[in-house]
């Protein structure tokens, strides 16, 4: 112990010399200023103290004021306690951004077109305690000065002039109109008029024309292939399309354009169909036929309509077993004024199946018209008439002997036709009708049509 003391002697001795040269010569006088340790506040020892310190190192905007001056534009952020930290202007394009930290506004600020020069003035919240000022010019990046009030920040802004760059530059404004293509977004199925499709709650798909045309859809089979939960049952020949929506069969539940039309699935016809809309679930049974038929679906054709521009087209399609079709569609208007125009479809179909004795040939024809009676008033006369000619029934089909289980007189041809040839069928359908439609205003219309089916059968002496 003694060795230790007598080390630390000179120890002391120093801090008592360098202590009275103090009582001597005095503190510095930035050390005077200091103030004393009881006084100087303590740090945070919990999250509550933490925060707390915090909320008061933030300053909130409370009002954003503009004000024009002779040079452009005054900003003031006016704080009601605390000075806001001055920050760094960067220009982006035509804008000037600057982010203040440890700051917060009680509510967004926002004014278009100020002044001439200046298009937009922002000042925004940012998460983590950040404001946000954005200043866009009209043509160039404004300039602007920054400088700390008692009363808050002020920005002094000056609109930017353009450079002889800039003023070189030709602005290119591109508009146009999209298509349809493979989307349309409104139906008339489900409510009976044109609403988009996100707005109807039942379960509706549509197959537009644009799939129809890719898919060279000849038969109502072939353009509800695309469907999900449609099922062709059968299409003899070409003469009759029949299918099921949801596993439940539809004969006769079948629109065209919003009316109930029980042949449309007898027609074998597709020249005159412009788009598909299905509509699938019992809810179907309010906008098609009652019925057993109706709790699956139903399918609604929407015919081609009169186009004011010419249109003219032609097409040849080449199948197997001997299938060929031609068909025609022309459009225009009838006078100078576009006031009156029509639209005529036609096609023929000669086919053969790999079944004997099964052949058909079938002939349409769809001639439209339409009126405008006035502004707001529009007059559409259309039919059709398809003339279908089949030799042969539907064959009962191949015993089970002979095509999947052994017979000792040899393998049934899977072509055998049991029925054997028959007489010659005539069948001719089709429909004529109007569709009136008036206009009130753009949100109020009335709509009359009226249509006629009328059907023969040379076989069973229907009409």
Do not use: C
């Amino acid at each position: 112990m003694i060795n230790k003391w007598q080390r630390s002697v000179p120890f002391l001795e120093k801090l008592l010399i360098f202590a009275s040269l103090f009582s001597v010569l005095g503190m510095p006088a930035a050390w005077a200023d200091l103030p004393p340790v009881n006084d100087l506040p303590l740090s945070a020892k919990t999250v509550q103290d933490w925060v707390a310190q915090m909320e008061a190192a933030t300053v909130q905007v409370t009002a954003v004021k503009l004000s024009p001056t002779a040079q452009g534009l005054q900003i003031i952020l006016e704080t009601a306690e605390g000075q806001l930290d001055v920050p760094t202007l960067n220009p982006v394009d035509n804008a000037l951004i600057a982010n203040i930290s440890n700051a917060t506004i009680a509510e967004n600020f926002e004014q278009v077109e100020p002044i001439a020069g200046i298009a937009r003035v922002e000042v925004t919240g940012l998460p983590g305690d950040r404001v946000r000022v954005a200043i866009t010019g009209t043509d160039a990046p404004p300039v602007a000065e920054i400088r700390s009030e008692a009363q808050g920040l002020v920005f002094a802004v000056t609109p930017g002039t353009m450079t002889g760059e800039q003023e070189e530059a030709i602005k290119i404004v591109v508009t146009g109109e999209q298509e349809e293509g493979d989307r349309v977004p409104d139906t008339s199925v489900g409510t009976r008029t044109d609403t988009p499709l996100r707005d109807i709650p039942q379960s509706i798909q549509v197959v537009p024309r644009q799939v129809l045309q890719d898919r060279q859809a000849r038969s109502i089979t072939d353009g509800l292939e695309n469907v999900s939960g449609v099922t062709s049952i059968s299409n003899i020949a070409g003469s009759r399309d029949y299918f099921t929506i949801r596993g439940f069969e539809v004969y006769s539940n079948s629109l065209v354009n919003g009316l109930p039309d029980p042949q449309i699935s007898s027609d074998g016809s597709f020249v005159n169909v412009e788009r598909l809309e299905v509509l699938k679930g019992p809810a179907s049974v309010l906008y098609g036929e009652t019925g057993f038929s109706g709790i699956g679906g139903t399918v609604n054709f929407i015919t081609k309509q009169p186009l004011p521009d010419p249109f003219y087209e032609i097409s040849a399609t080449i199948g197997s077993f001997d299938d060929y079709q031609g068909t025609i569609d022309l459009s225009g208007p009838l006078n100078d004024s576009k006031t009156a125009l029509y639209r005529f479809n036609a096609g023929y179909r000669s086919t053969e199946s790999f079944v004997d004795f099964n052949e058909a040939r079938k002939l349409s024809i769809a001639p439209d018209l339409s009126f405008s009676l006035g502004q707001n008033t529009d007059l559409v006369v259309e039919g059709d008439v398809n003339i279908l000619e089949r030799n042969g029934q539907q064959p009962d089909g191949l015993p089970a002997v002979g095509s999947v289980l052994p017979n000792p007189n040899g393998r049934v041809r899977r072509s055998f036709n049991s029925t054997g040839p028959g007489t010659d069928n005539l069948t001719i359908n089709g429909r004529v009708g109007y569709s009136l439609e008036h206009r009130f205003n753009e949100n109020w219309k009335l709509r009359n049509a009226f249509r006629y089916v009328f059907y023969d059968d040379d076989d069973r002496g229907d009409t």
